[in-house]
């Protein structure tokens, strides 16, 4: 019996650098999964010893037993020294920051010695692993690297050596706990079987989730591909600093930074209409017809001019003008949803000031009327967008005026990310985007969306809490719903990469046995040995350790072997070779067809003529042979002038590189569907989506996919942050217009 150490977890400075806080939230998350899928692999990690021991001789079993009570014993060690190895290179990646250097050990030639063969064995099975699982997320892995830099303001240069979320980190933090175990070679190799089936196969989701963490918040949030070079410079992180970056604020101390921005493009805007201190010259599409004078410098201007009768105007304060909101607001719940979307705010206003106060010239603070101008056009941006299906666009158009009064109150609003009514509207355009109009009104994503707008028309009037209070709400609500569809998202995801896999074996095994018999003249018990038989170990062999193991490449060459033991032989050397190979041949054969349950009775009458075959040649004598046909049919390819897109097309290759959690519109005769990729398989092959509740509904290859998206029967559906999306533009067509106004 195996002697066994209690293992402890590995030691190591934690490092007291600090970390970019949404890195911070990068570890926390990584770490939360990749510990949990060590979890699970764990808890099947005894029942698959126990597999291989009942299949062992009896002098054998004791290893896999010996291996099960380590791993039970260890278990918490591994899992602990995993995310204390996973952590320690998130502080040497501080320690880089704040311009450290990690520690490079000098190399004494006189102290190496040779590698001992378990040691080799193990790190080339290490290295294997590590380089299949990143060339399944090298470009997420890409744009991941770059937006660390990002936050690191260039001062750290992140690539495969230093970023913790390379597979071959993960593989290093858990083979150095494993290397604490007392465990044989053999043994060893299995648990690094079982890390990389369990494991390292999650290698792209987990880097497509800590992706969507640093989306979330605001990193980079619409990079699709690693530039060449920074989109933007490094340092300017938020919108504001963006923003001002190119056109400075004025120095109001009362203002809020992006606030005093937008409105100095506002000012821009104004005088390029001809507006001076109009009120509705503020932006592209604004109504300008309203009667609203607007105060500028203690004096009352309409229509860009002052107004002579001042005596005749009334001026609006900022508390008049939420009292003004929360009486509209009160018509708004009357309204359906059909009569929700309002044409021009600013005219309501007015007629409904008319009506309190007769038909005085109504007069708004400057800030106020920029904020009412401004709102008005990121709800023009947001009822434009294409992926929010009408229905759910017109429940949120009905949360303009309660998010005017937001504004108006409280000016941070426009550069406060975490502002609660920000995230309670881009949580429920998220929501909004994955829910299909097919399943109507009445499906429980669009009834929550609903009860959500129509808490805040009823209830809102200036306690900005109850946005809160629903974010809460709702985030439950749509947290467990992707859980419960996540679950059977991952049971359709495993059942197609199984059949994937399958197809794909099934594919190299056939192009393997037609490479080397198609287009000859072979005898007829070779033709079915190697077709019906061999073809099967081949098959089991790809499935089980993959095309890169020495088990399927010394069963590839025992095909060579075959085939060139039935060719015509003339020299006496050949011959010779030929009596030596012959037994060795017939002992693997006999052996390989035994490990897949081959009839035995067909398997000795196979091997015995196939005997014959070799004594007759050995004799000099001919044998009876067939042409051989290949197995793979030769596709005819598609003349060029009648493909839909050349294989080259850009699009092809964008779709191939879709990360799963993609959601796309597909336009059919009826209503249009929305679904999410569930798997990408094998960069395109096959491109599997499910819906909302996890349920496969279509399958692609990314030259179909590329199809339809250049002919429009479907669309991705960009899934960022709405308000933020509003607002970029909105800041955009401003600058867009102010450039060419100026030349």
Partial sequence: MAKVTQLKPVSGKAGV????????????????????????????????????????????????????????????????????????????????????????????????TLVNE?????TVALDNMARRARNGCDEQLKVLCHRLEYLFESKVEVGEKNNPLEPRQLVDAFSQGLERLSLDIKARLIILKLFEREVLVETGYMVTEVNKVLIDAGVLPDMKSAPIAPVRKPGNRSLAQSASSQSPAPSSAGN????????????????????????????????????????????????????????SVHQVSSDDLVGVLNRLQRVERSLSEKDGERANLKEDL?????????????????????????????????????????????????????????????????????HEARLLLNMLARAGNQWDPQQGIQDDLYQRINHAVHRIIDDFEEDASLFATLLDEFQR????????????????????EGKARAEQARLEVVAVLDKRMAGRQLPDVVVRLLRQGWQQVLYLTWLREGPDSATWQQQVKVVDGVVWSVLPHRDQTALEKLKALSPKLLKTLYSGLGQISYDEAEAKQLLIK????????????????????????????????????????????????????????????????????????????????TNRRGIKVEEFSAYTLAVALHEGTVKLIEEGALFDRALEAVIGDLRRMQANAQH
Avoid: C
């Fill in 256 to 311: 809020d930074q992006m606030f005093s921005l937008l409105q100095e493009l506002l000012v821009t805007m104004r005088s390029i209409q001809g507006g001076g201190a109009s009120a509705g010259g503020a932006a592209p599409g604004a109504d300008m017809s309203a009667a609203m004078a607007v105060m500028q410098n203690g004096v009352p201007y309409l229509n860009g001019a002052p107004v002579s009768n001042a005596a």
């Fill in 350 to 418: 007015s007629e409904l000031l008319d009506s309190e106060h007769g038909e005085a010239i109504h007069a708004l603070d400057q800030a106020d009327d920029d904020v009412i101008n401004l709102v008005s056009l990121l709800f023009d941006f947001i009822l434009d967008d294409e992926g929010l299906p009408s229905e759910i666009k017109a429940l949120i158009g009905r949360l303009q005026i309660p998010l005017l009064k937001v504004a108006i109150t409280d000016k941070t609003f426009f550069s406060n990310d975490n």
């Fill in 118 to 122: 378990d040691d080799l064995e193990t």
């Fill in 610 to 689: 196939f005997r014959d075959v070799h004594q007759q040649l050995l004799k000099g004598l001919e044998t009876e042979r067939v042409a051989v046909e290949p197995e793979m049919p030769t596709t005819e390819p598609q003349a060029t002038e009648n493909a839909a897109l050349p294989e080259n097309h850009f699009l092809v290759k964008k779709a191939g590189q879709l990360a799963p959690g993609q959601w796309i519109e597909i336009v059919d005769d009826d209503e249009p569907r929305r679904a999410k990729l569930a798997a990408n398989i094998r960069s395109g092959v096959k491109m599997v989506f």
């Fill in 17 to 112: 650098n600090s970390l970019p806080r949404p890195i911070e939230k990068v570890r926390d998350r990584y770490v939360s999964l990749a510990s949990s899928y060590l979890e699970d692999m764990l808890d099947g990690a005894d029942d698959t010893l126990y597999d291989l021991a009942e299949k062992e001789a009896e002098g054998e079993r004791e290893r896999f037993f010996d291996a099960m009570r380590e791993v039970r014993i260890q278990r918490s060690g591994l899992v602990a020294g995993l995310k204390q190895s996973l952590q320690h290179q998130f502080a040497e990646l501080a320690q880089l920051r704040e311009g450290g250097i990690l520690e490079n050990t000098k190399v004494d030639l006189e102290s190496l």
């Fill in 477 to 496: 609500f749509f947290d467990n719903q992707s859980s419960r569809s996540e679950r059977v998202e991952q049971r359709v995801r495993e059942a197609e």
